[in-house]
Structures are given as C-alpha cells and as structure tokens.
C-alpha cells in the first residue's frame, strides 16, 4: 500500500542547533515534494518545492533533499530557534495532485 | 480576498444532519483542494478540482461527502447525514496552477458533531 511516514515522535532541539525531519515513501513515484509548516490552529503554509531531478535546495536557514533511490526527502532547519517550533509536513506529488505525510512536531527550546 | 477564506470557522451539529462548508479561494487560482484533519494527524485529502476537468473525488471518504466548485472559484463541500467520526478540521488549498503549484491554505472549518 501506499505510505508517507513523517516522525510521529515530536523532535526536540537545542536553540542554535541543526533540526533534520525525515518524510519516507512507499510505492509512490513523485515528480516533485513540497515541504510546509503548520502552527496550532492555522493552515499550512509553503516552503519549499523539490523536483525529483533535483538533488538539493535552500532557502535561507532551510535545506531539502531528495532521493528518489532511498524514497526519502530530508529537510534541515540550520542555526534553529524558539519561533521554528511547529509541525512540519511533506506533500509528494501523486497524480498531479498532492498527498500529505503525518507531520512532525518540532519544538526548539533556549 | 488576500487569501483564501473559508466559512463557517465552527461549525456544531447533531448526528444526522447535513452540513455544508464554503470555500473562497484567491482570485485566479484554477486548482482547488479539500482536505481534512483530524486532532493530532496530518492532512487526509478528499477531493481536487483543477480548471475545467473533471475533480479528482479519489479521497471522498463515503457517499455521504460531495463537492462542487461553481464557476471555477467558490466551492462547496457537502456532507449528509454527518456521523461523529466526521468531527475535524476541513481545510481548503488554492493554487495558481495545478502540478507544482504551490498551496495557500485558508484558516479551516472546525466540525464538531454531537
């Protein structure tokens, strides 16, 4: 069948340290990966888009990863802090439309 | 709009009665998208309109769930006969086009049925 598995276990971190979430893939062939945020309350909101030719992305303090041999995407919060802390989801591409993992929890305390 | 409203942000009902949730997206976005959320779990898609094609109802968990999307914009999700398990948090996307497109998601109706 087919699966996102995103850390169901919240992640917590240190202010100033390195935040690395994992979304892993079954039996999905995505074009493309999305990464958002989500806070309490709200809608998620977009990050940052990786195709499947594409083996690395950055937007400031973020970085993406994505292979497709593994089935895996790897996103990195470098230098985190407090206001970081959200719960963070990985959207695959799957019949041009996008399908949603779990989410993790990140919580980065001073 | 600036984004993408959705109405009612609450919505309680009893076992049995139909409900029906709105959904306003940005201006110009031809992809629309529905989803659902329960208390603590990611996002569950239910359904996709795109343009004029046919909307991808893959995710429509029963019978009982339907949307439409009128005039390629405002959409409405409907569901009858709402049973307790129905209770969560319905989320509505836009983008400006479907594929990569990325998604602007509204604040999301909370369904609560007693």
């Known amino acids: 069948s087919q699966k996102i598995e995103q850390n169901s276990e919240a992640l917590n971190i240190q202010e100033g340290k390195t935040a690395t979430l994992t979304c892993n893939y079954t039996?999905?062939?995505?074009?493309?990966l999305q990464w958002y945020r989500q806070d309490p309350g709200r809608g998620p909101v977009f990050l940052l888009l990786?195709?499947?030719?594409?083996k690395e992305k950055r937007k400031e303090r973020l970085k993406v990863t994505f292979d497709t041999t593994l089935k895996q995407s790897l996103f990195h919060i470098t230098a985190s802090q407090p206001a970081d802390s959200a719960t963070y989801l990985c959207a695959l591409e799957n019949t041009d439309k996008l399908i949603f993992g779990t989410g993790t929890r990140l919580q980065v305390f001073p | 709009g600036a984004g993408v409203s959705q109405s009612p942000s609450n919505k309680v009902t009893e076992k049995g009665k139909d409900v029906e949730l709105r959904c306003d997206p940005i201006?110009?976005?031809?992809?629309l998208y529905w989803y659902r959320q329960s208390l603590g779990q990611g996002l569950e898609f239910l359904i996709y309109?795109?343009?004029?094609?046919?909307?991808?109802k893959s995710g429509l968990p029963s019978d009982r769930f339907s949307a439409e999307r009128t005039g390629g914009s405002v959409s409405t999700l409907t569901i009858q006969r709402t049973q307790q398990e129905d209770s969560a948090v319905y989320l509505c996307?836009?983008?400006?086009?479907?594929?990569?497109?990325?998604?602007?998601f509204g604040s999301g109706t909370q369904l609560s049925v007693l």
């Open positions: 039996n999905y062939s995505p074009a493309y």
């Open positions: 309109f795109q343009g004029n094609s046919a909307p991808d």
């Open positions: 990786i195709r499947e030719n594409e």
């Open positions: 201006s110009g976005h031809t992809a």
């Open positions: 996307a836009s983008s400006l086009k479907g594929g990569e497109g990325k998604l602007f």
